[in-house]
């Protein structure tokens, strides 16, 4: 089945990093807008980083600084780079986006997606 799928999650100590991808399971998908959201345990999904289609990018005060939202030159892949992590930061992060398609056969599944999310873990 055609999902947005996100990778990069993991274990890490305070202060280190960890970069996150996010990219749909065919190559016929182009990448309009894109965000990463997180939901830490008892709580609420937050949005903590969004890139536009002009590639302007947004982020929640709390990541400010610290995290870097982007999309590849190809329209491809989003990433998020975490740097000076904190155990705060601990949750599950979720990928979504806006897409096209290149093919039009596939044109019926242009659209939004969501990724089933990938875990990160920040240790004290």
């Known amino acids: 089945q055609v999902q947005l799928v996100e990778s990069g999650g993991g274990s890490v100590q305070a202060g280190g990093s960890l970069r996150l991808s996010c990219g749909m399971s065919s190559n016929i998908y182009l990448i309009n807008a894109a965000s990463w959201y997180r939901q830490a345990p008892g709580k609420e999904r937050e949005l903590v980083a969004d890139v536009a289609s002009d590639d302007s990018t947004r982020y929640v005060d709390s990541v400010k600084g610290r995290f870097a939202i982007s999309r590849d030159n190809a329209k491809k892949t989003v990433y998020l780079q975490m740097n000076s992590l904190k155990p705060e930061d601990t949750g599950v992060y979720y990928c979504?986006?806006?897409?096209?398609?290149?093919?039009?056969?596939?044109?019926?599944?242009?659209?939004?997606?969501w990724g089933r999310g990938t875990q990160v873990t920040v240790s004290p």
């Open positions: 979504y986006a806006n897409v096209d398609v290149t093919e039009d056969f596939a044109r019926h599944l242009a659209g939004d997606y």
